[in-house]
């Protein structure tokens, strides 16, 4: 039962990480190389997903693509928990002090400010570029670890070995790293999945509208916005990229639920 | 719950004051001078500074701040660097078409969602309730987007049953500017009802398994009056907030489908001033965002409290 979605969601997930990773020692084709005599191939054994308008291979355009988004979510989710976790646990420490209304206040501020107008505000300022996706991103998944990780640690702080711990003289910050961040672990995993897939779908919008990774970096979504205008001549270029972002974000979630079920058999949905 | 009241008032007063410091701040950071890039390289340096005094950019940053705050507060957010006309009429115009994209948005979405959510609950573990949840998985995945573009191949490239992009206005008839909405409606509606019928069907679950069901039952309503007579009523609360939550969410997801569809909206107008560095509208679009955020999170928040009195005292 458990398996039921954990199976399809690894075998996605494996197929766009090893493509990615791949794309970093080969792809069948350079992505930069433009060969206009050859655009607009329909696949055969040379290119097995065709080319583009400008003659480059579509397979290894994807998996340089997979790389740029991978990248982007992973270190998006990175900076989310660099810093969201730890606020949290701080929170949770302080509960009902004055840290903790002002970390809350904080995160209630940044939850204000869709990732899009994050994105829009320093593309405005530093012009676009993975680096400014990754932060927009970034910084909006800073507030869900932290809610995440004081909710998750607020029950802990009154169970008994906590008291134990206390009694045994260590302090907060020792108590909330040593016993409170071990006891979550398993939802940050979970959580940080989920915010993966997000971080995806995010950086494919953002490329798309031209605030993501700039050219010649191959992403998902520049793909699609290029394929845009072409649509009618050749719906794959828009097909392809298109199901690449649908496949792995499936995955990614797939894989969400099959790890929460996994990991904890409290938090099974039983529905 | 007066003193809930006066309490998130001030909390949402604050999160406005910061969150307006926060634009301000990021946006003035911007390297060079709105004046001299308007008026090119070889402007005479009297008419750059002529054109800063009457842009207002010769004031110090905090008299600036000030001043842009009681004009977003007066309906009066400057005069825009590009087009030399008042920023307000310009988002005026671009909100009669981002808003009703938003709100159409939130109909469509809530009419999908409300009927599978409540079929998949009361048909739970079923072949439908399977098929509802494979949907919404492949909703919450597909990148809004790019179904956006699946559809004008479908509807407006092979079927010719709508146009690809554009807006007549709504001077061209209601009808005729609801058509032009409804492919990027149903783009931005998509993702939002798979998460609005998951809500939906959790929640009806969960008030299915408590006891006044079962009492109901128990004094011989059938399980269909059941569910209609007290199910549905309790199982509203979260569906609401949710609904009420999304339309932030829709208002700032419309800016990548108004350019899917060249729609003249909001979003069009920030990626336009973005490319021709008409900051002040970039500014006060983005507070214009935020604000709808603040205010209808803070109106979910009220409204949540008042239906249920135990969240007054947490927070």
Not at chain 1, 50 to 59: K, N, P, S, V
Not at chain 2, 36 to 46: F, I, P, T, V
Not at chain 2, 223 to 246: D, E, F, Y
Not at chain 2, 253 to 278: C, H, K, T
Request: hydrophobic letters at 55%; zero cysteines; charged letters at 15%.
């Amino acid at each position: 039962m458990k398996l039921r979605s954990l199976l399809p969601g690894v075998f996605l997930v494996l197929i766009f990480f090893s493509a990615a990773l791949l794309s970093y020692i080969w792809t069948p084709f350079d992505v930069t190389l433009i060969d206009i005599k050859s655009r607009f191939q329909a696949p055969d054994t040379t290119h097995w997903l065709g080319t583009d308008h400008y003659g480059r291979d579509m397979l290894s355009m994807l998996m340089v693509g997979a790389r740029t988004s991978i990248a982007v979510a992973i270190v998006a989710v990175g900076i989310g928990m660099l810093f969201g976790v730890p606020l949290g646990l701080a929170a949770a420490a302080n509960r009902g002090r004055f840290l903790d209304e002002a970390i809350m206040r904080g995160n209630d501020l940044v939850f204000a400010f869709p990732a899009l107008l994050i994105a829009i505000m320093i593309t405005a300022v530093y012009g676009p570029g993975a680096v400014n996706a990754i932060i927009a991103i970034g910084i909006f998944n800073i507030p869900v670890f932290a809610r995440l990780s004081r909710g998750a640690a607020l029950s802990l702080w009154k169970r008994d070995f906590i008291l134990a711990a206390r009694a045994a003289g260590k302090n907060t910050t020792r108590i909330s790293f040593e016993h409170i961040l071990p006891n979550i672990t398993n939802l940050l995993i979970v959580q940080g999945t989920i915010q993966f897939s997000l971080g995806i779908l995010a950086e494919a919008g953002l490329s798309f509208v031209g605030l993501g990774a700039q050219p010649p970096i191959p992403s998902w979504g520049r793909m699609l916005a290029d394929s845009q205008t072409l649509i009618m001549l050749e719906p794959r270029l828009a097909l392809l990229p298109g199901l690449a972002i649908l496949l792995t974000v499936l995955g990614l979630n797939l894989l969400g639920d099959g790890l929460r079920d996994w990991l904890d058999p409290r938090l099974r949905r039983e529905r | 719950m007066l003193r809930y009241l006066f309490k998130r008032s001030l909390i949402l007063l604050a999160t406005l004051f910061v969150a307006s410091l926060v634009v301000f701040i990021t946006i003035e950071v911007v390297p060079g001078d709105p004046a001299s890039y308007m008026l090119g390289l070889n402007a005479q340096e009297d008419t750059v500074a002529a054109l800063r005094a009457e842009l207002g950019l010769d004031k110090s940053k905090p008299a600036r701040y000030i001043s842009w705050v009681s004009g977003l507060l007066t309906g009066d957010f400057g005069t825009s660097y590009t087009y030399r006309t008042p920023v307000a009429d310009m988002v005026r115009d671009r909100m009669w078409v981002s808003l009703p994209l938003a709100i159409f948005a939130l109909l469509l979405s809530t009419i999908i969602a409300f009927p599978a959510g409540v079929y998949a609950a009361s048909h739970r573990g079923g072949i439908t309730d399977t098929i509802v949840m494979a949907f919404t998985q492949l909703g919450v995945a597909i990148p809004n987007f790019w179904f956006a573009m699946l559809l004008v191949l479908l509807f407006a490239i092979k079927l010719s049953w709508f146009s690809a992009g554009g807006f007549p206005g709504w001077d061209a008839g209601f009808f005729q500017a609801l058509k032009s909405l409804t492919l990027p409606a149903i783009a931005l509606a998509l993702p939002q009802a798979s998460i609005l019928t998951r809500v939906m069907r959790s929640s009806l679950l969960d008030v299915l398994n408590e006891d006044f069901m079962r009492t109901a039952r128990a004094k011989g309503l059938t399980r269909r009056k059941a569910l209609w007579k007290h199910a549905l009523r309790n199982a509203m609360i979260p569906v609401l907030t949710i609904i009420g939550l999304q339309f932030s969410f829709l208002l700032a997801g419309a800016i990548i489908i108004e350019n899917v569809f060249y729609l003249p909206g909001l979003g069009r107008l920030i990626f336009q001033s973005i490319a021709s560095r008409d900051l002040i509208v970039v500014e006060s679009v983005v507070m214009l965002l935020v604000m709808a955020v603040v205010l209808v999170t803070f109106a979910v928040d009220l409204a949540y409290a008042w239906v249920d009195p135990r969240l007054r005292g947490t927070r």
